[in-house]
């Protein structure tokens, strides 16, 4: 399965994106999916999570402001950001949660006034 991220950009503090990692086959309807993040000099942390059930889970940082979600044919996830932060500022990626998939070359997502 190849994966491609796109969306990403610069926008101020307190904006909004919408990233989309679409998938080159549908296998979303048998994994998890999920959303991570690094930023320079720190370690890919997982922020959002989709199950086959629909039921999501968030990283504590981005809880309330991130909403991730996926299409019905379930090849294309998304994450809404919202109320964007500084802190924020990462190449975000999509994967399984255990990283079953090839990477692949994320989108940056930069937020500064």
């Known amino acids: 399965v190849q994966l491609v991220e796109s969306g990403g950009g610069l926008v101020q503090p307190g904006g909004s994106l919408r990233l989309s990692c679409a998938a080159s086959e549908s296998t979303f309807s048998i994994n998890a999916m999920g959303w991570f993040r690094q930023a320079p000099g720190k370690q890919r942390e997982l922020v959002a999570t989709i199950y086959s059930g629909g039921f999501t889970n968030y990283a504590d940082s981005v809880k309330g402001r991130f909403t991730i979600s996926r299409d019905k044919a379930k090849i294309t996830v998304y994450l809404q950001m919202n109320s964007l932060k500084p802190e924020d500022t990462a190449v975000y990626y999509c994967?399984?949660?255990?990283?079953?998939?090839?990477w692949g070359q994320g989108t940056q997502v930069t937020v500064s006034s």
């Open positions: 994967n399984t949660p255990y990283g079953a998939y090839e």
